[in-house]
């Protein structure tokens, strides 16, 4: 992933300098779902910051549906463990023919991550309509949102993250007693790393690739290629696979 020309900064002033552009594009370029982790705690300044970073996040009607828990009871973490082991266990079962490979896959730093977080939507959601009315699932999105926030501002940071999703939100939402209509959406594993993923874990596995963007860049109806974007992505993706390798996701 490159950052733009620097010449357009000259023409847009309301850009950032080009050094800011770079580091912007770079940590989104090297932001990687993390699943080992050194043990060294998180300090609480940066916790605080980047959890800052998630709360500036867009949210439909200004909603801000986010709700952290930090999980610091050793044996909630562990019970969190053994939860999202079973989860694996069923997912793969669910894969069918790639059973085998889920089950080796790492999905998880769950024991050993420094810093443990559950992020859950707000109860009483229902009270939000402004942004909603037709898509009541725009609160995910926003949360979404803040959960990649706390992705970025972390990989700035030098720390790793993973959002792991492996885990029935009925037991997840009970063990945390949140109340009725409270709903965890992501168990995050966040902490130092010895090293970041080069490429995301599941294109190393062989589980899956990055698919080409033009293939994904429509022009005023569905499955009508957008050119000029082809042309750049054709350029970009040089030697790029034409298939993905895989069909199931994760
Ligand atoms: C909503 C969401 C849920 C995810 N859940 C898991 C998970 O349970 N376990 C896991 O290993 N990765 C999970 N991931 C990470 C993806 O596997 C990862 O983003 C993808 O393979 C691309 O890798 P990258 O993030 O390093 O670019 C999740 C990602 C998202 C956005």
């Avoid at 998630?54 to 463990?81: C, I, K, N």
């Avoid at 730093?109 to 942004?131: F, K, Q, S, W």
Wanted: glycine letters at 8%.
């Amino acid at each position: 992933m490159t950052a733009p020309d620097s010449s357009q900064a000259v023409q847009n002033p309301n850009a950032f300098a080009s050094a800011e552009r770079e580091a912007v594009y770079r940590v989104i370029g090297e932001r990687r779902d993390m699943r080992h982790f050194r043990s060294d705690p998180v300090d609480g300044d940066t916790l605080w910051r980047l959890l800052e970073a998630a709360h500036r996040a867009p949210s439909v009607g200004y909603m801000q549906p986010w709700r952290f828990l930090r999980v610091t009871d050793p044996a909630l973490r562990e019970a969190l463990h053994a939860h999202a082991a079973e989860e694996q266990a069923r997912t793969a079962e669910a894969c069918g023919e790639r059973a085998a490979e889920v089950h080796r896959l790492k999905l998880e730093g769950i024991r050993e991550a420094g810093e443990l977080l559950v992020v859950a939507l707000t109860d009483g959601r229902e009270r939000y309509v402004l942004g909603r009315r037709t898509l009541p699932e725009m609160d995910l999105c926003s949360a979404a949102c803040a959960i990649q926030n706390l992705w970025l501002a972390a990989r700035a940071e030098g720390l790793g993250m993973g959002w792991v999703s492996l885990f029935d939100p009925d037991w997840l939402a009970r063990q945390l007693e949140m109340p009725e209509g409270g709903y965890p959406i992501a168990v995050l594993c966040l902490g130092h790393v010895e090293r970041f993923y080069d490429r995301p874990m599941l294109e190393t596995a062989g589980w899956d690739r990055r698919r080409p963007l033009a293939d994904l860049v429509f022009q005023d109806r569905w499955g009508a290629p957008c050119e000029p974007a082809a042309a750049e992505d054709a350029a970009e993706a040089g030697s790029a696979p034409d298939e993905p390798a895989g069909s199931g996701k994760a």
